[in-house]
């Protein structure tokens, strides 16, 4: 293991992050699984359309998550990013194999 993928961990050949723009195009072609991974305040104030609300740090988070088609692809959104980018990691440890990440978040969204 090399020091910077000691420091940085190792790159997650199921989870891709996508611009807001790819992003957009992503979910307006198909019927597909959109999670907003933000608290249920958060998620009131605005979210992207069709988005389910899985917040990261409610404790139920797995057990939601266990609802979701693993054979489909999943995007994942948060605020800025980093609450989704730990929600996509989180996903593919529970066998999910294709997760699109949204870079930047909701914020970089509109």
Known sequence: MSILSFLFGT???????????D??????KKNVQLIDVRTPNEFKS?????????DIF????TSKCEA?????????????????R???????SMGFTEIYDLQGGISNYR
């Open 58 to 61: 409610n404790s139920a988070f």
């Open 23 to 28: 992003f957009k195009e992503h979910i307006q």
């Open 11 to 21: 790159k997650d050949e199921k989870i891709t992050v996508l611009s807001a723009s």
């Open 86 to 92: 730990s929600a996509s990691k989180k996903l593919s």
């Open 68 to 84: 979701l088609k693993k054979d489909q692809a999943v995007y994942v959104y948060c605020q800025s990013g980093g609450r989704s």
């Open 46 to 54: 605005g979210s992207i359309k069709n988005a389910k609300n899985i």
